[in-house]
């Protein structure tokens, strides 16, 4: 089962932090679900520069649901 993170009642950057502190235990077959109100650009930038992969969901009520993995 995915960790989530929920971000939606965050004051920023505690999305942003919690993330990516989740992500130093991330293992190779594990996958983070983070939960946010807003496009999140910083996020997206320190996925790529540390070699994640994500799917991001954009929900009909302007949420985002973001799933990241390890690269493989």
């Not at 932090?17 to 077959?29: H, I, N, Q, R, S």
């Not at 070699?51 to 302007?62: L, M, N, P, Q, R």
Request: hydrophobic share 40%; glycine share 6%.
């Amino acid at each position: 089962m995915p960790a989530i993170i929920d971000g939606r009642k965050m004051t920023p950057p505690e999305p942003l932090v919690k993330t990516l502190a989740a992500l130093d235990g991330l293992a190779p077959e594990d996958e983070l679900i983070v939960i946010l109100n807003c496009y999140p650009t910083p996020l997206f930038s320190a996925l790529e520069q540390n070699g994640f992969v994500w799917e991001e969901i954009s929900k009909e009520s302007g949420e985002m649901e973001i799933h990241i993995r390890r690269a493989p």
